[in-house]
């Protein structure tokens, strides 16, 4: 799944709520910490981080002023699932003694956790990111060639300070990148933004779901077939521990 993909809801939620919440004034904008998955849950789930802390700072003009948001971003992916995947392609390569030189496509699950810092230290309750993010979601789908792109459901999760917040889930079929036989594969998405600290946490995580196969003579075989829905609940357990 390409970056972008998480990016691009972020940043039109972030302008659609300073509009909403910075009307005058000059309000300074704290320094954005990262919002972190705990090791432990890392390492029970197979999941690692990608590089490094990213750190922004935005300026942006607001009905007439000029304002600060500072962010922090860090990204995850499930390590466990291409350990898993390339496992099973040896398997295949070792069945029909051949070797495989082609990549196989681009695929796995990740998650994007975004720290949001607002002029002040303007925490927004979770209901009102959650709607303009649905408002929103339907032009971030077209943007990255996601389709029949729908919201599914909902999941209420416990964060680390105790409080229940709402995630929406969304799915839609997405081309794999890489793959010289244009196949697609279904998505799964869980959206999870919630105010902590005098900041707004936004946990966004995109998952596979279903069979990635592998079609090379002689071999036309299913390497390995993704639950989308496990992959989420994996997701949840570690939002539960972002601090």
Do not use: H
């Amino acid at each position: 799944m390409k970056n972008s993909r998480l990016q691009i809801i972020t940043f039109l939620t972030i302008v659609s709520l300073l509009a909403l919440t910075i009307t005058s004034g000059c309000l300074e904008t704290p320094e954005a910490t990262p919002a972190k998955v705990s090791s432990e849950a890392l390492s029970e789930y197979g999941w690692v981080r990608i590089g490094d802390v990213a750190y922004e700072s935005q300026e942006e003009e607001i009905s007439g002023t000029v304002i600060k948001v500072n962010t922090a971003m860090i990204m995850y992916q499930d390590e466990q699932l291409g350990q898993d995947m390339l496992a099973e392609l040896s398997k295949l390569q070792s069945q029909y003694n051949v070797q495989v030189d082609a990549q196989l496509p681009t695929v796995g699950s990740q998650l994007m956790t975004l720290r949001v810092v607002l002029p002040g230290g303007i925490g927004l309750p979770s209901s009102a990111t959650s709607s303009l993010i649905d408002s929103q979601i339907d032009k971030m789908a077209g943007e990255n060639n996601i389709e029949n792109f729908k919201k599914v459901g909902t999941r209420e999760i416990t964060v680390n300070d105790g409080s229940v917040i709402t995630a929406n889930t969304y799915s839609g079929t997405t081309a794999l990148d890489g793959d010289v036989n244009d196949a697609t594969i279904d998505v799964m998405v869980i959206i999870a933004p919630w105010s902590s600290s005098g900041s707004n946490i936004f946990a966004i995580g995109v998952v596979p779901d279903g069979d990635i196969n592998l079609t090379m003579e002689p071999i036309e075989k299913t390497i390995i077939t993704i639950n989308g829905d496990d992959e989420i609940d994996d997701i949840v357990e570690m939002i539960k521990t972002i601090n």
